[in-house]
């Protein structure tokens, strides 16, 4: 009954220890994230919020990497989130328009900023694709530069890979789902099987980013569907 109804979780303390940020989804459908003055004992007014997504994973009593902080302007800046793709959403206008920026030049590749230096000029970025995990990148602002320092997997190859792409429709109830589709690269049989794959339960989600389970089965023939159903 707890976990099922509305209810607060809490994320973290701001570096002003007076502040404390928690998500809820007291009076809405997702958990938001808020934060409140323990010295006033008052809500601050911060709310951050997806239209159809929750922060945190209501299954999680202490979730440890949702809130994003500044460590040298000791600010929080955004809030990690899964959608479709690894997402930030950024409350500090220069690192939203330097994702917007780096969204366009990458092409379709999934873009996260993980860390940067004190003048915000050098940035470590990861860069991915449902069919590629991708690796991890040094980004130079004044020089517009981008250079890549580790891939993930390197031995696995992209141009081997299977496609997968993303996917989200709202069924006739008005339910909105997602999912993926891992179709095989060479097909062994016709017509071509489909195998649904399932994740875990109600308290589960399948993630973005490369799925080693799909891309196994999908070598061996099979198109993969993976649909995050509502538990």
């Known amino acids: 009954e707890t976990l099922l109804g509305e209810r607060s979780i809490p994320l973290g303390f701001d570096y002003n ?3 404390f940020y928690y998500a809820s989804n007291i009076g809405r459908d997702t958990y938001s994230i ?10 601050t007014g911060f709310d951050l919020e997806h239209p159809s997504l929750d922060f945190v994973n209501p299954s999680e009593m202490l979730p440890d990497d949702v809130l994003v902080f500044d460590r040298y302007r000791k600010t929080l800046v955004g809030a990690r ?15 939203a328009a330097l ?14 900023i ?7 000029t050098k940035f470590l970025v990861r860069l991915s694709d449902q069919s590629d995990p991708g690796g991890y990148y040094l980004y130079n602002a004044t020089e517009k530069r981008i250079l ?39 097909v062994r049989v016709a017509p071509l099987p489909l195998l649904v794959y399932c994740h875990d339960g109600p308290w589960s989600r ?5 799925d080693r389970g799909a891309q196994a089965l999908a070598t061996m023939g099979f198109a993969v569907l993976q649909v995050n159903y509502r538990g």
């Open 17 to 19: 220890p007076d502040i």
């Open 34 to 43: 808020h934060s409140v003055d323990l010295v006033k004992k008052q809500d």
């Open 81 to 95: 989130i899964d959608s479709l793709r690894h997402e930030t959403f950024w409350v500090d206008r220069q690192l």
């Open 99 to 112: 994702q917007r920026s780096m969204e366009v030049a990458s092409k379709g590749m999934n873009v996260e």
């Open 114 to 120: 993980l860390e940067w230096d004190e003048t915000r």
């Open 148 to 186: 890549e320092y580790a891939r993930r997997a390197p031995w696995l190859s992209p141009a081997n890979a299977n496609v997968s792409r993303s996917f989200a429709f709202t069924t006739p109830a008005g339910t909105k789902l997602n999912g993926y589709l891992t179709l095989p690269r060479s």
């Open 206 to 210: 399948d993630l973005p980013g490369y």
